[in-house]
């Protein structure tokens, strides 16, 4: 006799990771919310919209890529939801459409319910610090395609902005001052190469390296910062002279600042203005990483960044600060021939 459980998916352990994922569920919450989950859907009541003039719904969809196998390897999943969340309603806000509700995918070898319940609860713990509800997801077990541990997320968000309050390349002009908002690591990009050193410089995850307070592992999975209240905030009070943000994700600082950028103007960045964060250089020294290809993998020290009239940008660095994030005047955008572009110039600032 054969049984779904010998093929190896257990329903039991999945009915129990969904007990044990509710309560943190239920925290990341939005009155617009109808039903609790367990359903087929989650259910959003749309009904606010008509208070947009022309409302233009937004959708982004990311994971997190191999730093999920960071994750594994340091046995720690409770972080990894807060990446999730941060990749996908950070690239909403970009536009200015603010997260509404989202999603998530979970892919397992196998289910362990306390672990499940782990990575969602980080998830839930991130749409928190977005303000965006947490109405549904799926998880998926994978025996034969996934190795027992192994695992992979997914999720997809959707928010709403108003059309004439659409932020993008339209809005950019030459003058314009960019304000860069910190990361608070590596985030979610570029752990490809992260990886490859690791292996290659036989570097020991549980090691702290001379210079640093904590193990490399626990360096590597700190959360990607969540920018998205900040940035709403910013959208709320400085909206006619705010032009757009770029969120710094794979492709590093210059090629998605350029994304963001028109015909006829480049985005200069003057690297004197920040130091480059100590855990990059660590493993871009070890493993002799070249700097052009640092900058085009990594995010070298900025998470998000501002375009704004010049008018306000020392108010919007101190409305910044006032909100706890510490931001600065990184560079410009100026006139050029030729598509748009971004750039970085100078020396990093020594520590």
């Known amino acids: 006799m054969s049984t779904y459980k010998d093929s190896g998916v257990d329903i039991d352990a999945g009915d129990r990771a ?33 208070n947009y003039k022309q409302p233009l719904l937004a959708t982004s969809t990311d994971g997190v890529g191999t730093k999920t196998e960071i994750a594994r390897a340091m046995g720690k999943y409770d972080t990894i939801g807060e990446d999730l969340v941060a990749m996908v309603v950070d690239d909403l806000v970009v536009c200015g459409a603010e997260p509404l509700f989202m999603t998530d995918y979970i892919a397992v070898g196998k289910v362990i319910p306390e672990r499940i319940a782990e990575i969602v609860g980080g998830i839930a713990r991130g749409c928190q610090k977005a303000n965006t509800a947490l109405i549904g997801g799926e998880t998926a077990e994978h025996p034969g395609l996934l190795k027992e541990d192994e695992f992979d997320i997914a999720g997809a968000a959707t928010g709403v902005v ?3 309050n659409q932020l993008g390349s339209h809005r ?29 410089q036989k570097l020991d995850l549980t090691r702290t390296y001379e210079g640093f307070d904590k193990s490399l592992g626990e360096i590597l999975l700190t959360p990607t910062e969540i920018y998205t209240l900040d940035c709403l905030a910013l959208i709320k009070s400085q909206k006619e002279k705010l032009r757009t943000f770029s969120h710094i994700t794979g ?3 210059a090629d998605n600042t350029a994304r963001v950028i028109p015909d006829g103007l480049n985005a200069k960045y003057d690297r004197s203005t920040w130091e480059l964060p100590a855990a990059m250089e660590f493993m871009a020294k070890t493993a002799g990483t070249p700097q052009d290809d640092m ?3 990594w995010n070298c020290g900025i998470g998000m960044v501002a375009v704004v009239d010049p008018s306000i940008a020392d108010l919007t660095v ?26 970085l110039e100078g020396n990093y600032k020594k520590r």
């Open 18 to 50: 969904v007990e044990l994922m509710k309560a943190s569920i239920a925290k990341a919450q939005r009155p617009e919310v109808m039903g609790g989950i367990g359903g087929f859907a989650g259910l959003f009541d749309a009904s606010a919209l008509k």
């Open 172 to 200: 950019v002009k030459a003058g314009d001052v960019l304000i860069a908002m910190p990361a608070s690591g590596f985030h979610a990009n570029g752990y490809s190469l992260v990886r490859h050193i690791l292996a290659t």
């Open 318 to 343: 101190t409305s910044l600060a006032a909100r706890g994030m510490k931001a600065w005047v990184a560079g410009s955008v100026q006139a050029q021939s030729g598509p748009g572009a971004s750039s």
């Open 251 to 253: 492709g590093g600082l």
């Open 162 to 164: 108003d059309a004439d």
């Open 295 to 297: 900058e085009r993998t």
